[in-house]
């Protein structure tokens, strides 16, 4: 048992850790993002679409009533509408800023997601360290390194609910800790249902670990008790109401999404050593060429530390990797699924190794594979850290990693560079893109607006989308992170049979993004009646237009 005084240096250090962890994303993104009523930084465009389609997501869940599920989210996408869930605005956060909405009102939350990020991040490497020490040099310098972790940093740049990678450490905390009943069976319902409510891809990783934690409580007579089978029941089914309340279940179809597939985004075996946009002292090297490659450098001082506690381990003492075999079994099973059967060394594939069609179909719904890597990178440094505390010492191991921080702070300058121009300050709210009066009188004279034609980042979609859920219009003009592909398919098939025919939607009008749709609109309008124009270089077919204006 603890002390007085050493409980308020575990305190302490764990207060610097999170402070670690703030100053390193405060340093990457700045302090801009961090106000609620903030939003312009995610909906200037700079970043990319990705936060536009949280916000939009997160605005048309607040406004409407709680629904069943709770995550159900039909204010956004008319037909094509499904949930928060696939909105990817971290479900958790959603369900509690709408339930205080009465009290106040959050326009976005991910600034003090991101921040939250970095600190628990810290706090748990920090954790995680202290059960080989107490040297809260080494604890911090840590806790630095796995923060400055391009997998966490680049994530959190652009993909906000997948820089919850704490929740990892967190299931790799429980695997490493003694533990058993009841509590730790709490501890792991707790854990799957948390990621459950933040994002799909960390489910199965921590699903992965908790199956690691139970294997071996399962075969050490001593851990073994009757909460385990409880627990076999009770875990699974709080990630599948997470989902449930999170609406991951209201997609009809669809899941392995509209681009890619798994053995595409597989994980190259030599991303670790890949400098990429990141590194200022390692080049940028041929690997997989895909849109998640890039964020898998380790980082050179990280490098340096997995080098020294490799060399460390074999010198001895050794005994942690056979004490944890279960855990060491799960991550090379998550690093077989990252690397996929499609096995690429520096871009190049060297193995393709032949998978069932149905597996691959079903592993499609997780298709960025690289990402399942991460528990290993994280475990890999963690331990090596470890073993160089036990050979060399706390007092020097603490020197070795505060270096070892700085050199990953010093070779990650380019990566903070890019981070720094995507997350420029920007005014607190920008104005609409679709800047015309044509679209502030559409807004008031019509209830929705459709792009045509529509589907996952159809043309015009962005814009469209924030205008209409900025002036409270019905849109069809979505970004999710999946959509049926039979229900687009029947959306567009209605809609340009309705505006060939004119047979028109009631108070409806129509952003026409193609050729097509344009003829359509021509051959079925009534000039007398209807109005077909250019607004903001967008062709608008605005159907009762003029009768309107006449009768006005």
């Not at 339930?99 to 748990?124: D, F, M």
């Not at 069976?185 to 994002?199: E, T």
């Not at 060399?311 to 855990?327: K, T």
Request: aromatic share 10%; hydrophobic share 55%.
């Amino acid at each position: 048992m603890r002390d007085g005084g050493s409980r308020v240096a575990e305190w302490i250090g764990t207060l610097a850790a999170a402070a670690l962890g703030c100053l390193i994303v405060a340093e990457a993104f700045g302090t801009h993002i961090l106000p609620p009523s903030n939003t312009g930084w995610m909906l200037s465009g700079r970043i990319g679409p990705d936060p536009v389609q949280y916000w939009l997501g997160w605005t048309a869940f607040a406004r409407d009533a709680w629904r069943w599920p709770p995550g159900a989210n039909p204010g956004w996408g008319m037909e094509l509408a499904s949930s928060i869930f696939y909105a990817d605005a971290i479900p958790l956060l959603a369900f509690l800023f709408k339930a205080l909405r009465a009290i106040v009102e959050v326009p976005q939350y991910w600034g003090l997601w991101i921040y939250a990020c970095g600190a628990l991040q810290a706090v748990l490497a920090f954790k995680l360290m202290g059960l080989a020490t107490t040297a809260p040099l080494a604890r911090l310098s840590v806790a630095g390194l796995l923060v400055l972790q391009p997998a966490l940093l680049g994530r959190l740049g652009g993909h906000f609910a997948l820089g919850g990678q704490f929740l990892l450490l967190a299931g790799l905390w429980l695997c490493v800790t003694p533990g058993a009943g009841w509590r730790r069976a709490a501890g792991w319902v707790a854990l799957v249902g948390a990621a459950s409510l933040v994002q799909a891809y960390l489910v199965p990783m921590v699903l992965a670990l908790w199956a690691a934690d139970g294997l071996a409580r399962a075969v050490d007579p001593a851990r073994r008790g009757g909460a385990i089978l409880a627990e076999a029941v009770g875990v699974p089914a709080a990630g599948l109401l997470g989902l449930w309340a999170a609406g991951f279940f209201l997609l009809g179809g669809g899941f392995g999404g509209t681009w890619g597939g798994y053995g595409q985004m597989q994980l190259d075996l030599f991303a670790p050593f890949d400098g990429g946009d990141w590194s200022v002292f390692l080049p940028d090297a041929a690997t997989a060429d895909h849109l998640d490659a890039g964020n898998s450098y380790l980082g050179l001082g990280a490098l340096v530390v997995i080098g020294a506690g490799a060399l460390a381990w074999a010198l001895g003492p050794r005994g942690g990797l056979r004490r944890h075999w279960a855990l060491a079994c799960a991550l090379l099973a998550l690093l077989v699924f990252a690397m996929s059967h499609h096995v690429t060394v520096g871009g190049q594939e060297v193995a393709a190794l032949p998978l069932p069609d149905w597996i691959v179909e079903r592993a499609d719904a997780l298709r960025a594979s690289e990402r399942f890597a991460w528990p290993l990178f994280y475990a890999v440094l963690i331990g090596a850290a470890v073993a160089l505390v036990r050979r060399i010492g706390a007092g020097a191991a603490g020197a070795v990693l505060c270096a070892a921080l700085l050199l990953q702070a010093a070779d990650l300058r380019r990566g903070f560079a890019r981070l720094k121009d995507f997350f420029a300050e920007q005014p607190a709210q920008v104005p609409l893109r679709l800047a015309d009066p044509f679209w502030a009188e559409a807004a008031r004279r019509y209830a929705a607006v459709r792009v045509v034609p529509t589907g996952m980042q159809a043309p015009n979609w962005e814009e469209v989308a924030v205008y209409a859920v900025t002036l409270g219009l019905q849109t069809d003009a979505v970004y999710l992170a999946r959509l049926d592909p039979r229900a687009v398919e029947a959306v567009n098939a209605a809609v340009a049979q309705r505006i060939e025919s004119g047979a028109y939607e009631a108070r409806t009008f129509y952003v026409l993004g193609d050729e097509a749709a344009l003829a359509r609109a021509r051959a079925g309008m009534d000039p007398a009646r209807d109005m077909l124009g250019q607004f903001d270089g967008r062709w608008v077919l605005a159907p009762g237009w003029r009768r309107q204006v006449g009768g006005g």
